[in-house]
């Protein structure tokens, strides 16, 4: 049975980490909000992709428009039944919102399936719902999540409610322990050839 569930996202997220996990989870048949503070639904956010070329970080090139389709002044949390918190670098300013710190909080009181790649858990770190946590994140964040209570571990993982991964690579295995949360009868194994 789907599930309703809120994306948060914002302008320089990065592209795949919004685009697939929006894609799969309605593909799988579940409904999915994905709004961004002060635009409405039919507005668009600019998404980033963000690859390594040879630097010691990555560079930031122009991604797809997003279209939201909901708008985040409207949603009320605890219509969802899951929380998606895509990475890239929407999460550093999405965190100075209020509205979007007291929709991460309700996900975890209420004990909700939550879903943070990347630099998402920048937010996750700045609402205060870390702590106790054993969590991944984007390596560069990893002191700021271990500053928030959690414990870092260099994996995609499941922790109670919160599913996390590294960046978009680990999508698959990220994403299927994400739809085991929602009850999806999913699994995680070796990839089909290719014919030659």
């Known amino acids: 049975m789907g599930k309703d569930i809120l ?18 989870l309605q593909m799988v048949g579940h409904e999915v909000d994905a709004v961004c503070p002060d635009r409405e639904a039919e507005e668009t956010i600019k998404t980033a ?24 002044a409207d949603v009320t949390p605890s219509d969802y039944d899951a929380l998606v918190v895509p990475g890239g670098r929407a999460p550093e300013y999405l965190r100075t919102y209020d509205e979007v710190l007291d929709a991460v909080r309700h996900f975890f009181e209420e004990d909700k399936p939550v879903a943070a790649l990347c630099h998402g858990p920048q937010i996750l770190a700045a ?20 500053a928030a209570g959690c414990s870092w571990v260099d994996e995609v993982v499941t922790d ?37």
């Open 7 to 24: 994306m948060i996202v914002g302008d320089f997220g990065e592209d795949y980490e919004i685009m697939v996990p929006f894609q799969a």
């Open 49 to 72: 992709i963000h690859d390594f070329r040879g630097d010691q970080t990555y560079m930031e090139s122009r991604g797809h428009d997003f279209v939201l389709n909901a708008t985040m």
């Open 127 to 146: 609402a205060d719902v870390l702590d106790g946590y054993e969590m991944t994140s984007y390596p560069a964040c990893r002191a700021e999540c271990e």
């Open 160 to 196: 109670g409610n919160l599913v996390t991964g590294q960046a978009w690579p680990d999508h698959p295995e990220w994403l299927a322990q994400f739809m085991a949360l929602l009850g999806d009868d999913v699994s995680h194994g070796e990839p089909i050839p290719a014919d030659d």
